[in-house]
């Protein structure tokens, strides 16, 4: 989740040009509608939408205790989530207690969606409280198909799961919910919202290999250096592939690219990106050696570049600028640039990157600037609060009857527990070189205050992991990774441990009443 809005508009160049892929597990399991309203609270509305979800029965056994694992689908089509159903962690911890489990598609995304358009007006139904809300009213009235028990929460304990912003939602259900969530699992969650993460790019910095993280380094440095020099700016930029590009800024954000893949790599091979590695090895191809990363050479026009910077700007000329089609009359400026407000401003449906711009600009912010003077940066020092910002002012222009904030309010998040958000049976899960581990109760940057990982309330690292590693597995789990393989195995034991622990309320309270 880098917020760079270069990110999200190359990300759909890479789909223009066809490289995206399919996911069909939808046709596994069938989909199930749930009316939710669209506002809980002020009744601004009396509209519905139909919350999407899917269900995975196979290893259900009716009996008491048996558990509802809830997956919950984040920032995304929940179609997407549908890995985790059917070999992930859902599957993992159904067949374990004799349970079901269910994605649980989140408003906004995929189908579950409420509104016309997604203009400023439309989407001020999205925000963490709404959503929230969606789960626990989900929870106390759900009636599933082909299955005769009651399974709404009380009658039976669910355990809810969540990786990366699904994470602080599964941890912020826990605690706000403590009667319908009897579990959680919080994993990469990111319950520190914070205006500014420079600190993301910093974890890359230091888990990635030591001669790529000073090519990046030294490369950085250079280009913030020939950007301030007049006669060599348009020579670099041409370097790059970019002479068209008007503004630094968007020069420099476009840099950025390679970096967001790191978060994308995985423990198994089949979804794991190889991007960074790809990077990095171009990146380093004439630098075998750290004493070789200082090695510099003299181009044509005057311009001096450390080699790495070379082939920096060859990876981005094959691999990003080609991307944008200009044989379909697109420039360079069309494709990287940000000035025009007007290309922001479609609400359509179809431009589904809005709901998660939406929510970043007000309410979880994460802003990726450079980091503070004195330490070494992998991203231009150009990239500050003001660039990153801009894209919520020129997407969300003040409606009817909402206007964003002018900074995003991350209070309403941290108000929830923030790095000390806590409670029995909610478990922690984090990736050792996760770049979102510095926002959650895992974080090395401060804030956070070391725990003790016990049955009740696990708090566990992933040695080497990266984003949310305990979600996806595979239909034999014997052939993952010795880690991933621990990792789910305590997780079904302190799941089995915590449903020991299980009573009915109602049974409890008839029994009360017979003494």
């Given at each position: 989740m880098v917020w760079a809005f270069h990110i999200i508009w190359i990300s759909l160049l890479v789909v223009l040009v066809g490289t995206g892929g399919s996911n069909a597990l939808h046709?596994?399991?069938?989909?199930?509608?749930?009316?939710?309203?669209?506002?809980?609270?002020?009744?601004?509305?009396?509209?519905?939408?139909?919350?999407?979800?899917?269900?995975?029965?196979?290893?259900?056994?009716?009996?008491?205790?048996?558990?509802?694992?809830?997956?919950?689908?984040?920032?995304?089509?929940?179609?997407?989530?549908?890995?985790?159903?059917?070999?992930?962690?859902?599957?993992?911890?159904?067949?374990?207690?004799?349970?079901?489990?269910?994605?649980?598609?989140?408003?906004?995304?995929?189908?579950?969606?409420?509104?016309q358009n997604f203009s400023t007006d439309s989407l001020r139904w999205l925000n963490n409280e709404q959503a929230l809300e969606d789960s626990a009213n989900f929870m106390r009235n759900v009636k599933f198909e082909n299955i005769n028990e009651n399974l709404t929460a009380r009658k039976t304990p669910w355990i809810y799961y969540g990786g990366s912003y699904a994470g602080a939602r599964a941890a912020h259900m826990r605690v706000l919910y403590p009667d319908l969530v009897f579990g959680a699992i919080a994993s990469s969650a990111v319950t520190h919202a914070v205006l500014m993460n420079w600190e993301y790019m910093d974890v890359?910095?230091?888990?990635?290999?030591?001669?790529?993280?000073?090519?990046?380094?030294?490369?950085?440095?250079?280009?913030?250096?020939?950007?301030?020099?007049?006669?060599?700016?348009?020579?670099?930029?041409?370097?790059?592939?970019?002479?068209?590009?008007?503004?630094?800024?968007?020069?420099?954000?476009?840099?950025?690219?390679?970096?967001?893949?790191?978060q994308d790599q995985n423990w198994d091979p089949a979804v794991s990106s190889t991007t960074f590695d790809q990077f990095c090895a171009t990146l380093n191809g004439d630098t075998p050696t750290l004493k070789d990363t200082e090695r510099m050479v003299l181009l044509a026009g005057g311009l001096k570049a450390n080699i790495a910077l070379l082939n920096y700007a060859k990876w981005i000329r094959e691999n990003i600028v080609v991307l944008c089609p200009q044989d379909m009359g697109l420039t360079v400026e069309d494709c990287f640039g940000t000035n025009e407000d007007s290309k922001y401003q479609i609400t359509d449906l179809s431009e589904d990157w809005r709901p998660?711009?939406?929510?970043?600009?007000?309410?979880?912010?994460?802003?990726?600037?450079?980091?503070p003077v004195g330490i070494p940066t992998i991203i231009s020092r150009l990239l500050d609060i003001d660039y990153e910002h801009k894209i919520c002012i020129q997407a969300f222009p003040p409606g009817e009857y909402y206007k964003v904030p002018p900074l995003p309010n991350v209070t309403a998040v941290n108000v929830l527990?923030?790095?000390?958000?806590?409670?029995?049976?909610?478990?922690?899960?984090?990736?050792?070189?996760?770049?979102?581990?510095?926002?959650?109760?895992?974080?090395?940057?401060?804030g956070a205050e070391e725990r003790e990982d016990t049955v009740v309330r696990p708090f566990k690292i992933i040695p080497g992991g990266v984003h949310h590693w305990d979600e996806n597995g595979l239909r034999k789990g014997e052939k993952e990774p010795k880690?991933?393989?621990?990792?789910?195995?305590?997780?079904?034991?302190?799941?089995?441990?915590?449903?020991?622990?299980w009573e009915d309320p109602f049974d409890e309270a008839m029994h009360s009443n017979r003494k």
């Open positions: 046709e596994h399991f069938s989909v199930q509608t749930f009316t939710q309203p669209l506002d809980h609270f002020d009744n601004t509305t009396d509209a519905t939408f139909q919350q999407r979800f899917w269900v995975n029965t196979r290893h259900y056994k009716p009996r008491h205790g048996s558990p509802v694992i809830v997956i919950d689908g984040g920032e995304t089509n929940g179609e997407d989530r549908l890995p985790f159903l059917d070999t992930g962690v859902g599957d993992i911890l159904a067949r374990a207690t004799g349970g079901i489990a269910v994605v649980l598609e989140h408003r906004y995304y995929g189908k579950s969606v409420g509104v890359i910095r230091f888990a990635s290999d030591p001669i790529c993280s000073s090519n990046l380094v030294n490369s950085i440095s250079m280009i913030d250096s020939l950007l301030k020099i007049g006669p060599l700016r348009g020579r670099l930029k041409s370097l790059f592939g970019l002479s068209e590009l008007e503004s630094d800024k968007d020069f420099a954000s476009v840099l950025e690219y390679p970096l967001s893949t790191w998660w711009v939406f929510q970043y600009c007000t309410q979880w912010g994460y802003l990726t600037t450079a980091p527990g923030d790095y000390h958000i806590a409670a029995d049976r909610l478990a922690f899960i984090d990736g050792e070189v996760d770049p979102w581990r510095p926002y959650t109760p895992h974080s090395t940057y401060g880690k991933i393989r621990q990792i789910h195995s305590e997780m079904v034991e302190f799941v089995k441990a915590w449903l020991e622990d």
